[in-house]
Protein backbone atom coordinates (compact mmCIF):
# COMPACT_ATOMS: atom_id res chain seq x y z
CA UNK A 1 0.00 0.00 0.00
CA UNK A 2 1.06 3.33 -0.94
CA UNK A 3 1.22 6.28 1.48
CA UNK A 4 1.49 10.54 1.39
CA UNK A 5 1.76 13.01 4.00
CA UNK A 6 -0.33 16.07 3.38
CA UNK A 7 1.19 18.95 5.25
CA UNK A 8 -0.16 22.51 5.88
CA UNK A 9 1.76 24.88 7.50
CA UNK A 10 0.46 28.18 8.86
CA UNK A 11 1.46 31.39 10.95
CA UNK A 12 -0.20 29.98 13.72
CA UNK A 13 -0.13 26.16 13.86
CA UNK A 14 0.76 23.17 11.44
CA UNK A 15 -1.13 20.37 10.43
CA UNK A 16 -0.63 16.75 8.81
CA UNK A 17 -2.49 13.91 7.50
CA UNK A 18 -1.25 10.67 5.96
CA UNK A 19 -3.19 9.27 3.31
CA UNK A 20 -3.84 5.52 1.54
CA UNK A 21 -4.00 5.55 -2.02
CA UNK A 22 -7.84 5.28 -2.21
CA UNK A 23 -7.41 9.05 -0.02
CA UNK A 24 -8.49 7.62 3.05
CA UNK A 25 -7.07 9.44 6.09
CA UNK A 26 -5.21 6.84 8.43
CA UNK A 27 -3.39 10.02 10.38
CA UNK A 28 -3.82 13.45 11.77
CA UNK A 29 -1.15 15.07 13.90
CA UNK A 30 -0.95 18.81 14.82
CA UNK A 31 1.39 21.28 15.67
CA UNK A 32 3.44 25.04 16.58
CA UNK A 33 3.54 27.26 13.47
CA UNK A 34 5.83 26.62 10.81
CA UNK A 35 5.86 29.81 8.37
CA UNK A 36 9.71 29.88 8.56
CA UNK A 37 9.77 34.21 7.65
CA UNK A 38 7.91 34.40 11.01
CA UNK A 39 9.18 31.65 13.71
CA UNK A 40 12.47 31.06 11.90
CA UNK A 41 13.83 27.86 9.50
CA UNK A 42 14.92 25.21 12.97
CA UNK A 43 11.25 25.96 14.66
CA UNK A 44 9.26 25.48 11.13
CA UNK A 45 11.23 22.12 10.79
CA UNK A 46 10.20 21.23 14.52
CA UNK A 47 7.07 22.19 13.89
CA UNK A 48 6.63 19.83 10.59
CA UNK A 49 8.43 17.21 12.21
CA UNK A 50 6.21 17.18 15.07
CA UNK A 51 2.93 17.18 13.24
CA UNK A 52 4.46 14.52 10.81
CA UNK A 53 5.26 12.48 13.71
CA UNK A 54 1.87 12.68 15.35
CA UNK A 55 0.13 11.81 11.92
CA UNK A 56 2.66 9.04 11.19
CA UNK A 57 1.69 7.42 15.03
CA UNK A 58 -1.81 7.90 15.09
CA UNK A 59 -1.50 5.68 11.32
CA UNK A 60 0.52 3.02 12.72
CA UNK A 61 -2.44 1.56 14.34
CA UNK A 62 -3.83 0.59 10.62
CA UNK A 63 -0.49 -0.45 9.31
CA UNK A 64 2.82 -2.07 10.44
CA UNK A 65 5.01 -0.05 8.26
CA UNK A 66 4.95 3.20 6.82
CA UNK A 67 6.25 4.00 3.37
CA UNK A 68 5.86 7.47 2.06
CA UNK A 69 6.19 7.49 -1.88
CA UNK A 70 4.86 11.40 -1.92
CA UNK A 71 4.47 14.29 0.08
CA UNK A 72 2.86 18.12 -0.40
CA UNK A 73 3.79 20.60 1.77
CA UNK A 74 1.64 24.02 1.50
CA UNK A 75 3.15 26.37 3.39
CA UNK A 76 1.80 29.95 4.10
CA UNK A 77 4.08 32.70 2.77
CA UNK A 78 5.81 30.12 -0.01
CA UNK A 79 5.97 31.88 -3.54
CA UNK A 80 9.37 32.81 -4.59
CA UNK A 81 12.60 31.07 -5.74
CA UNK A 82 13.92 31.59 -2.07
CA UNK A 83 11.38 29.78 -0.69
CA UNK A 84 11.27 27.07 -2.06
CA UNK A 85 15.05 26.77 -1.47
CA UNK A 86 14.48 27.07 2.42
CA UNK A 87 11.65 24.46 2.13
CA UNK A 88 13.36 22.07 0.00
CA UNK A 89 16.47 21.90 2.72
CA UNK A 90 13.43 21.49 5.30
CA UNK A 91 12.45 18.48 3.47
CA UNK A 92 16.12 17.03 3.31
CA UNK A 93 16.06 17.56 7.05
CA UNK A 94 13.18 15.58 7.47
CA UNK A 95 14.24 12.20 5.01
CA UNK A 96 17.07 12.34 7.65
CA UNK A 97 15.22 12.60 10.36
CA UNK A 98 15.82 9.93 13.24
CA UNK A 99 12.45 10.54 14.88
CA UNK A 100 10.00 9.81 12.32
CA UNK A 101 8.98 6.01 12.63
CA UNK A 102 8.77 6.07 8.50
CA UNK A 103 10.93 5.38 5.48
CA UNK A 104 10.87 7.76 2.33
CA UNK A 105 10.70 6.65 -1.14
CA UNK A 106 11.57 10.11 -2.77
CA UNK A 107 13.02 11.47 -5.60
CA UNK A 108 15.16 14.67 -4.70
CA UNK A 109 13.19 17.80 -6.65
CA UNK A 110 14.94 19.92 -8.90
CA UNK A 111 13.76 23.62 -8.05
CA UNK A 112 11.16 24.83 -10.03
CA UNK A 113 8.71 28.15 -9.24
CA UNK A 114 5.82 26.06 -8.86
CA UNK A 115 7.85 23.63 -7.11
CA UNK A 116 5.73 20.08 -8.46
CA UNK A 117 8.62 17.58 -9.68
CA UNK A 118 8.19 13.77 -9.27
CA UNK A 119 6.45 12.60 -6.37
CA UNK A 120 7.50 16.00 -4.30
CA UNK A 121 4.74 19.41 -4.43
CA UNK A 122 6.11 22.06 -2.88
CA UNK A 123 3.33 25.02 -2.85
CA UNK A 124 1.32 28.00 -1.35
CA UNK A 125 -1.31 27.21 1.35
CA UNK A 126 -3.57 28.89 -0.82
CA UNK A 127 -3.66 26.23 -3.28
CA UNK A 128 -4.08 23.27 -0.88
CA UNK A 129 -7.00 25.75 0.20
CA UNK A 130 -8.26 25.58 -3.33
CA UNK A 131 -7.89 21.86 -3.33
CA UNK A 132 -8.98 20.66 -0.28
CA UNK A 133 -11.97 22.93 0.23
CA UNK A 134 -13.48 22.20 -3.30
CA UNK A 135 -11.85 18.62 -3.56
CA UNK A 136 -10.09 19.45 -7.27
CA UNK A 137 -6.99 21.84 -8.31
CA UNK A 138 -9.84 23.68 -10.60
CA UNK A 139 -11.93 26.24 -9.39
CA UNK A 140 -11.60 29.62 -6.61
CA UNK A 141 -10.49 29.95 -2.99
CA UNK A 142 -11.70 32.61 -1.33
CA UNK A 143 -10.08 32.82 2.26
CA UNK A 144 -10.89 35.70 4.26
CA UNK A 145 -9.40 34.86 8.13
CA UNK A 146 -6.56 36.88 10.13
CA UNK A 147 -5.64 38.00 6.37
CA UNK A 148 -7.41 37.61 3.38
CA UNK A 149 -6.14 36.04 0.03
CA UNK A 150 -7.94 35.24 -3.68
CA UNK A 151 -6.67 32.02 -6.09
CA UNK A 152 -7.99 30.38 -9.10
CA UNK A 153 -6.82 27.98 -11.25
CA UNK A 154 -8.41 26.67 -14.82
CA UNK A 155 -8.28 23.54 -17.13
CA UNK A 156 -5.24 24.71 -18.25
CA UNK A 157 -3.21 24.80 -15.45
CA UNK A 158 -3.38 28.65 -15.35
CA UNK A 159 -3.15 30.54 -11.98
CA UNK A 160 -4.26 34.04 -10.74
CA UNK A 161 -3.60 35.41 -7.24
CA UNK A 162 -5.86 38.52 -5.89
CA UNK A 163 -3.99 39.68 -2.22
CA UNK A 164 -2.20 37.84 0.42
CA UNK A 165 0.31 40.87 0.55
CA UNK A 166 -0.32 41.25 4.48
CA UNK A 167 -2.26 43.53 7.03
CA UNK A 168 -0.30 47.18 5.41
CA UNK A 169 -0.13 46.01 2.04
CA UNK A 170 -3.50 44.36 1.57
CA UNK A 171 -5.99 42.36 3.28
CA UNK A 172 -9.07 43.73 2.46
CA UNK A 173 -11.84 41.98 3.71
CA UNK A 174 -9.80 40.33 6.52
CA UNK A 175 -10.55 40.22 10.15
CA UNK A 176 -7.95 42.41 10.93
CA UNK A 177 -9.68 45.28 8.17
CA UNK A 178 -12.81 44.71 9.61
CA UNK A 179 -11.51 45.17 13.31
CA UNK A 180 -9.93 48.15 12.13
CA UNK A 181 -12.91 50.27 10.63
CA UNK A 182 -14.72 48.96 13.24
CA UNK A 183 -12.78 50.99 16.07
CA UNK A 184 -12.02 53.79 13.98
CA UNK A 185 -15.67 54.22 13.72
CA UNK A 186 -16.55 53.65 17.27
CA UNK A 187 -13.92 56.74 17.65
CA UNK A 188 -15.13 58.70 15.27
CA UNK A 189 -18.67 58.30 16.86
CA UNK A 190 -17.31 58.89 20.54
CA UNK A 191 -15.93 62.21 18.73
CA UNK A 192 -18.63 62.95 17.29
CA UNK A 193 -17.75 62.65 14.26
CA UNK A 194 -19.81 59.71 13.53
CA UNK A 195 -23.26 59.16 13.84
CA UNK A 196 -24.02 56.66 16.95
CA UNK A 197 -23.11 53.58 16.49
CA UNK A 198 -23.51 50.58 19.23
CA UNK A 199 -19.86 49.62 18.35
CA UNK A 200 -18.70 52.04 21.34
CA UNK A 201 -20.49 49.61 24.18
CA UNK A 202 -19.53 46.21 22.21
CA UNK A 203 -15.95 47.08 22.08
CA UNK A 204 -16.35 48.57 25.82
CA UNK A 205 -17.96 45.33 27.18
CA UNK A 206 -15.73 42.93 24.91
CA UNK A 207 -12.24 44.54 26.83
CA UNK A 208 -14.41 45.50 29.79
CA UNK A 209 -13.11 48.91 29.55
CA UNK A 210 -14.91 52.23 31.39
CA UNK A 211 -14.63 54.31 28.72
CA UNK A 212 -13.40 54.62 24.88
CA UNK A 213 -10.23 56.64 26.02
CA UNK A 214 -8.94 52.88 27.30
CA UNK A 215 -8.68 51.49 24.22
CA UNK A 216 -5.28 53.85 24.04
CA UNK A 217 -3.78 51.15 27.10
CA UNK A 218 -4.95 48.29 25.06
CA UNK A 219 -3.63 48.61 21.27
CA UNK A 220 -1.15 50.96 21.87
CA UNK A 221 0.70 50.65 25.34
CA UNK A 222 0.16 47.02 24.64
CA UNK A 223 1.49 46.77 21.93
CA UNK A 224 -1.40 44.54 20.52
CA UNK A 225 -0.11 42.62 16.80
CA UNK A 226 -2.29 41.66 14.34
CA UNK A 227 -3.85 38.79 15.74
CA UNK A 228 -5.31 40.27 18.55
CA UNK A 229 -6.84 43.03 16.59
CA UNK A 230 -8.49 40.63 14.35
CA UNK A 231 -9.83 38.82 17.19
CA UNK A 232 -12.05 42.29 17.42
CA UNK A 233 -13.64 41.65 14.22
CA UNK A 234 -16.63 39.36 16.31
CA UNK A 235 -17.76 42.84 17.88
CA UNK A 236 -18.50 44.62 14.51
CA UNK A 237 -20.23 41.76 13.19
CA UNK A 238 -22.51 41.63 16.27
CA UNK A 239 -23.25 44.67 16.14
CA UNK A 240 -24.21 44.49 12.06
CA UNK A 241 -26.47 41.90 12.74
CA UNK A 242 -28.10 43.57 15.21
CA UNK A 243 -29.16 45.74 12.78
CA UNK A 244 -26.04 48.71 13.32
CA UNK A 245 -25.90 51.15 10.22
CA UNK A 246 -22.18 51.75 10.83
CA UNK A 247 -21.23 48.18 11.25
CA UNK A 248 -23.85 46.93 8.51
CA UNK A 249 -21.35 49.34 6.16
CA UNK A 250 -18.21 48.26 7.30
CA UNK A 251 -19.34 44.43 6.47
CA UNK A 252 -20.85 45.71 3.25
CA UNK A 253 -17.61 47.33 2.37
CA UNK A 254 -15.86 43.91 3.06
CA UNK A 255 -17.76 41.84 0.83
CA UNK A 256 -17.16 44.46 -2.08
CA UNK A 257 -13.48 43.97 -1.81
CA UNK A 258 -13.78 40.20 -1.22
CA UNK A 259 -16.36 40.60 -4.71
CA UNK A 260 -13.65 42.86 -6.41
CA UNK A 261 -10.44 40.31 -5.85
CA UNK A 262 -12.57 37.83 -6.78
CA UNK A 263 -14.30 39.01 -10.14
CA UNK A 264 -10.80 39.79 -10.41
CA UNK A 265 -9.42 36.16 -10.37
CA UNK A 266 -12.51 34.63 -12.37
CA UNK A 267 -12.21 37.25 -15.19
CA UNK A 268 -8.16 36.81 -15.78
CA UNK A 269 -8.14 32.88 -16.10
CA UNK A 270 -11.79 31.92 -16.94
CA UNK A 271 -13.31 32.72 -20.10
CA UNK A 272 -15.10 35.20 -21.31
CA UNK A 273 -17.90 33.25 -22.61
CA UNK A 274 -17.64 32.86 -18.63
CA UNK A 275 -21.55 32.26 -18.27
CA UNK A 276 -22.05 29.21 -21.48
CA UNK A 277 -17.96 27.78 -20.06
CA UNK A 278 -18.60 27.78 -16.43
CA UNK A 279 -22.26 26.58 -16.71
CA UNK A 280 -21.23 23.46 -18.34
CA UNK A 281 -18.32 23.13 -15.60
CA UNK A 282 -20.78 23.17 -12.96
CA UNK A 283 -22.64 20.23 -14.41
CA UNK A 284 -19.39 18.20 -14.12
CA UNK A 285 -18.62 19.50 -10.87
CA UNK A 286 -15.16 21.02 -11.76
CA UNK A 287 -16.11 25.05 -11.15
CA UNK A 288 -16.83 26.53 -7.83
CA UNK A 289 -15.81 29.16 -5.77
CA UNK A 290 -14.69 28.04 -2.04
CA UNK A 291 -15.22 30.32 0.79
CA UNK A 292 -12.47 29.60 3.58
CA UNK A 293 -11.75 31.78 6.79
CA UNK A 294 -13.11 32.47 10.33
CA UNK A 295 -14.85 35.86 8.79
CA UNK A 296 -17.47 33.64 6.73
CA UNK A 297 -18.29 32.25 10.24
CA UNK A 298 -20.00 35.30 11.14
CA UNK A 299 -23.63 35.95 12.16
CA UNK A 300 -24.22 39.01 10.01
CA UNK A 301 -25.09 36.92 6.95
CA UNK A 302 -21.49 37.83 4.61
CA UNK A 303 -21.32 34.93 3.44
CA UNK A 304 -25.20 35.22 1.87
CA UNK A 305 -24.16 38.85 0.96
CA UNK A 306 -20.98 37.37 -0.85
CA UNK A 307 -22.77 34.65 -2.61
CA UNK A 308 -25.67 36.86 -3.69
CA UNK A 309 -23.01 39.37 -5.20
CA UNK A 310 -21.15 36.73 -7.24
CA UNK A 311 -24.16 34.69 -8.00
CA UNK A 312 -25.62 38.08 -9.70
CA UNK A 313 -22.84 38.61 -11.84
CA UNK A 314 -21.87 35.08 -12.53
CA UNK A 315 -25.34 33.28 -12.51
CA UNK A 316 -23.71 30.00 -12.90
CA UNK A 317 -20.84 29.91 -10.39
CA UNK A 318 -21.52 27.96 -6.95
CA UNK A 319 -20.42 29.70 -3.96
CA UNK A 320 -19.44 26.46 -1.02
CA UNK A 321 -18.49 25.98 2.48
CA UNK A 322 -15.23 23.92 2.40
CA UNK A 323 -15.65 20.20 1.85
CA UNK A 324 -12.59 19.20 2.71
CA UNK A 325 -9.36 21.01 5.46
CA UNK A 326 -6.22 22.26 3.27
CA UNK A 327 -3.93 19.27 4.61
CA UNK A 328 -6.32 17.47 3.12
CA UNK A 329 -6.04 19.33 -0.05
CA UNK A 330 -2.48 18.62 0.04
CA UNK A 331 -2.86 14.95 0.70
CA UNK A 332 -5.14 15.16 -2.79
CA UNK A 333 -2.43 16.91 -4.46
CA UNK A 334 0.51 14.41 -3.41
CA UNK A 335 -1.90 11.38 -4.22
CA UNK A 336 -2.01 13.58 -8.01
CA UNK A 337 1.67 13.86 -8.15
CA UNK A 338 2.26 10.01 -7.14
CA UNK A 339 -0.53 8.70 -9.97
CA UNK A 340 -0.11 11.37 -12.47
CA UNK A 341 -3.84 11.26 -12.70
CA UNK A 342 -6.30 14.13 -12.06
CA UNK A 343 -7.83 13.94 -8.56
CA UNK A 344 -10.97 12.99 -10.02
CA UNK A 345 -10.09 9.59 -10.41
CA UNK A 346 -9.32 9.30 -6.89
CA UNK A 347 -12.26 8.44 -5.67
CA UNK A 348 -13.96 9.40 -2.33
CA UNK A 349 -12.33 10.77 0.63
CA UNK A 350 -12.83 8.53 3.67
Known sequence: MSFVLGVDGGGSKTICVLMDDKTTVLGRGESGASNYQS??????????????YAAVNQALNFADTINIKAICLGLAGVSRPRDFEVVESILQELENSEVLPITWALTTPSLLL????????????????LVGGIGDDVGVVVAAGTGSIVFGRNHQGDTKRVGGWGYILGDEGSAYKIAIAGLQAAMKSYDGREISTSLIEGFQQHLNLKNMEGLIEVIYSSRWGVKEIAALAPVVDYSAANDDKVANS???????????ATSTVIDAIFPQNLSLQVEQEIKNNLFEVVTTGSVWRGKSRIWERFEA???????????????????????LLALKRLAGVGLQNHGNIS
Open 39 to 52: VGIAAALRSIESAI
Open 309 to 331: AIVQKYPAVKVIFPRFEPAVGAG
Open 114 to 129: VKEQENIVICNDALIA
Open 250 to 260: IIDDAVQDLLL
